[in-house]
């Protein structure tokens, strides 16, 4: 786990070449939690009548990966609303894991998986704010779709009233 937080705090986006993006699945979360831990969260804590959780908090964690990318304007959105860029499934993986374990408050996750959790938002927030771009995808959305220029624009900029030398006689 400690090769995870490293991967993801040092891991810089720039300068990516075109890459596949990917769609998140159970087993992609194995890889961070054992397979047996994920069965538990995913069926003994079900009542009567609900399904398996795990493809709806994989589509929320999916979501809102995209909604960081796409929040800088420099960023290309995948045209597949499910995809994300490859170097984020990481990212992705902690997050998706923390949720998943809110479903069981006796089965806490380790000190490095509830770290890995955090460089994860720091990471998005880092992406969003435009610190770090993420890869290309090879099918990119077209221009003017969710993401791609998301960033807000200034029509105009309003003359300031108040300045240093206006409030001198105060």
């Known amino acids: 786990m400690n090769e995870i937080i490293y991967f993801m705090k040092n891991n810089k986006f720039e300068n990516m070449k075109v890459n596949d993006w990917v769609q998140l699945t159970p087993t992609h979360l194995e890889t961070y939690l054992m397979a047996r831990q994920i069965h538990l969260l995913r069926t003994v804590v079900l009542g009567a009548g609900e399904s398996d959780p795990l493809p709806k908090l994989i589509a929320d964690v999916t979501r809102r990966v995209r909604q960081a990318i796409g929040s800088n304007g420099k960023n290309r959105m995948s045209d597949d609303q499910r995809l994300i860029p490859a170097e984020l499934q990481p990212t992705a993986c902690a997050l998706a894991l923390e ?31 435009g610190d770090f771009r993420v890869s290309p995808p090879r099918h990119p959305a077209e221009v003017g779709e969710y993401g791609n220029f998301s960033s807000m624009i200034h ?3 309003r003359r300031r009233q108040v300045t240093a030398s206006a409030l001198s006689g105060l």
Do not use: C, F, M, T
């Not at 890995?116 to 880092?126: G, H, K, P, S």
């Open 99 to 129: 949720a998943l374990q809110g479903r069981i408050p006796l089965l806490q996750l380790s000190q490095e998986q509830r770290k890995a959790a955090d460089v994860a938002r720091e990471q998005l927030y880092a992406i969003a704010n």
């Open 155 to 157: 029509l105009h900029v």
